[in-house]
């Protein structure tokens, strides 16, 4: 579609004005057909971005090798600009934004020349459903464009629910490496170096603007930056949720359904617990979303959540048929890979996809690579942060209810992070407050998820949003608090914190994780249900030794201490809060929980 074809006169504006200032040699605007995906990864394809993959092992599948610089979110150059730096709040980049507009657009000026400008209109949310928000990207990335198709819902049945006048939030995104005349990219992956690049967000005014990087969360900006940092403002204005969570619907033996939430920091396991297969016998678990969740309350005072997404940007390594067959079939088709790595018969490989590198492969820097098993320190073939972008509506267990513009009601939200120790296998919150206290206290060990973190650290990651909540966290977790006093407590989802990842001594898991998760979940039902055991400790409800069934090659001592509470652990982690997390919120910090953590390290005594 041309810019002519545009009704909606004040997007026009704004395109006509992005175009003079970043002059594209030509514009054009996403009608979101298979043609124009299509046409897309042609060019990718034909510019030497994107490889074909083996059409008969993985028909419509595509690999893109990113910059080595460009693989993952950059935190430290990710901007939340509102007029005060106290409204950014203490976890937040913060720079004045009329210095930071002044800056992007000198950056802007001319940044699209030799490219073509997309206009990309989509929906977080089923088109037309009034529980979505449009927004409209403006890029110079056919790569963008053609994870938008699959992320999100594109085209013109946006532009015909926007209309001449409706809201939008306008999102700029260039990949920062404009094309001097009959220069081309020669197959190498365009963007600005490092201390170029800015994610940058305007709260008040619900603008994004990006520059300098084509990957992930930091060039599809209905993900990260519209669907968390901007939503999270408005719900906070609006009395809703705007989540780092997965969306689950899980269903017993006997037929009845329960819906699970679930809060896990970046590469920390929501995917894997979305698809899950479960161990147990007769149980099922369906999938609604593996990333972000919308909760708004119903006519009946429940909250009900939404998946605002249409696709998975899912972690590659470790994904194999049996951690997670739904993903493996999710992924067999029109999916595209970014920084796996080939095999010489044009299949994806990488870390434990389950078998043996199948001879030599190319890696995700583009060399050759052939696997060496007694070299333990051999950099591995895939990016520990590839990914795959793949339809959810290709994954076996997506629910039916997945696109239902009403939400589901959600029984339960679980918090949890990769913690080695301390924090045990699975405990419950006993009361609103008290889950509101547990999210705000999550840590974590670093993922490859972001670039400029040192991965293995612990660090605190509250609510799994600190580099996606968009103003003081101080009142988000304020936020929190207030949603729980907006209905009955019966009516409120029940709070748990599981931890998948403890270790032993010797760096093994202490628990197998996956399927097996399926055990913790049919005891996070029951306690929603009014059935399961538990008994009451400093730390909340827990299991009793005998509500959890052991799963094979997990030893009796094993299981008590998964399911021990470590007195001296908790101590030394209340102290941590105490003295390093709680004081960074200064008077933000709500005094309810400042109450849990004196009456915590009360119940643990002295
Ligand atoms: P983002 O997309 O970054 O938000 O991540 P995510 O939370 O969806 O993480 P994902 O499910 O993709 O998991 C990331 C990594 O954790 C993968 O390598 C998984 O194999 C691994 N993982 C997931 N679940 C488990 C588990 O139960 N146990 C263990 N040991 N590893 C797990
Ligand atoms: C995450 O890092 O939490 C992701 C991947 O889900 S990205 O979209 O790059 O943010
Ligand atoms: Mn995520």
């Known amino acids: 579609m041309t810019l002519n074809e545009l009704k909606h006169q004040g997007l026009k504006k704004w395109v006509e004005e992005a175009v003079a200032l970043m002059k594209p040699k030509a514009v054009y605007v996403c009608d979101g057909s298979q043609e124009e995906y299509d046409r897309m990864i042609d060019i990718c394809v034909k510019g030497g971005l994107a490889t074909p993959l083996n059409s008969a092992k993985r028909p419509g599948c595509y690999l893109f090798r990113s910059d080595p610089s460009d693989v993952a979110r950059v935190e430290n150059r990710t901007y939340i600009a509102s007029k005060t730096q106290e409204e950014a709040g203490p976890t937040n980049n913060w720079i004045n934004p009329v210095e930071l507009k002044k800056t992007m657009t000198e950056l802007y000026t001319g940044c699209m020349q030799g490219r073509t400008m997309y206009v990309i209109p989509f929906s977080m949310g089923p088109v037309g459903s009034n529980i979505a928000k449009i927004g409209v990207e403006i890029t110079d990335s056919e790569y963008v464009v053609a994870n938008m198709h699959i992320m999100t819902r594109v085209g013109k049945k946006v532009l015909d629910v926007l209309g001449t006048n409706g809201e939008y939030v306008p999102c700029?995104?260039?990949?920062?490496?404009?094309?001097?005349?009959?220069?081309?990219?020669?197959?190498?992956?365009?963007?600005?170096?490092?201390?170029?690049?800015?994610?940058?967000?305007?709260?008040?005014?619900?603008?994004?603007?990006?520059?300098?990087?084509?990957?992930?969360?930091?060039?599809?900006?209905?993900?990260?930056?519209?669907?968390?940092?901007?939503?999270?403002?408005?719900?906070?204005?609006?009395?809703?949720?705007?989540?780092?969570?997965?969306?689950?619907?899980?269903?017993?033996?006997?037929?009845?359904?329960?819906?699970?939430?679930?809060?896990?920091?970046?590469?920390?396991?929501?995917?894997?617990?979305?698809?899950?297969?479960?161990?147990?016998?007769?149980?099922?678990?369906?999938?609604?979303?593996?990333?972000?969740?919308?909760?708004?309350?119903?006519?009946?005072?429940?909250?009900?959540?939404?998946?605002?997404?249409?696709?998975?940007f899912g972690v590659a390594p470790g994904t194999n048929m049996d951690s997670n067959p739904n993903a493996m079939r999710s992924i067999e088709k029109n999916t595209i890979f970014t920084n796996v790595a080939l095999t010489e018969d044009k299949d994806v490989w990488w870390e434990q996809i389950g078998y043996d590198a199948p001879g030599k492969l190319i890696d995700w820097k583009g060399n050759e690579w052939i696997q060496d098993k007694a070299n333990k320190a051999q950099e591995p073939a895939a990016h520990p942060n590839s990914r795959f972008t793949a339809p959810a509506r290709q994954c076996p267990a997506i629910a039916p209810e997945w696109e239902d513009p009403k939400g589901v009601p959600v029984d339960a939200i679980l918090f949890g992070g990769r913690r080695p120790s301390t924090i045990p296998l699975v405990h419950q919150a006993t009361d609103w407050v008290h889950g509101v206290f547990m999210g705000s206290i999550v840590g974590s060990e670093i993922t490859a998820a972001a670039l400029d973190l040192k991965a293995g650290t612990i660090r605190r990651d509250p609510f799994a949003m600190l580099p996606f909540c968009g103003y003081n966290m101080g009142d988000y977790f304020q936020h929190w608090i207030n949603i729980g006093k907006k209905t009955s407590a019966d009516k409120l989802p029940k709070i748990f914190f599981v931890n998948w990842f403890r270790k032993t001594k010797d760096g093994k898991w202490l628990w197998p994780g996956y399927g097996e998760n399926s055990r913790v979940l049919a005891w996070i039902f029951d306690r929603c249900a009014g059935t399961g055991k538990a008994v009451e400790t400093p730390i909340g409800y827990m299991p009793t030794v005998d509500a959890i069934e052991r799963p094979a090659g997990v030893s009796e001592a094993d299981m008590k201490e998964l399911l021990a509470v470590d007195i001296e652990g908790w101590k030394k982690e209340i102290a941590d809060i105490r003295e390093n997390h709680y004081p960074k919120f200064g008077n933000r910090l709500p005094k309810e929980l400042m109450n849990e953590l004196d009456a915590i390290e009360k119940r643990l005594g002295k």
Request: one cysteine or more; aromatic letters at 10%.
């Open 172 to 312: 700029l995104h260039s990949v920062g490496k404009p094309l001097a005349e009959g220069e081309s990219d020669n197959g190498k992956w365009p963007c600005a170096p490092l201390d170029k690049k800015y994610i940058s967000h305007f709260p008040e005014t619900r603008e994004i603007w990006s520059y300098g990087s084509g990957y992930g969360g930091n060039a599809l900006l209905g993900k990260k930056c519209l669907a968390l940092r901007i939503a999270s403002v408005i719900a906070r204005d609006e009395g809703w949720l705007a989540e780092h969570m997965l969306i689950l619907k899980i269903t017993n033996p006997q037929g009845v359904s329960k819906v699970v939430c679930a809060a896990f920091p970046s590469a920390c396991g929501k995917t894997n617990l979305a698809m899950l297969v479960p161990t147990l016998p007769g149980w099922k678990v369906e999938t609604i979303g593996d990333d972000i969740a919308w909760m708004k309350f119903g006519p009946d005072g429940r909250l009900y959540a939404i998946n605002p997404e249409a696709g998975f």
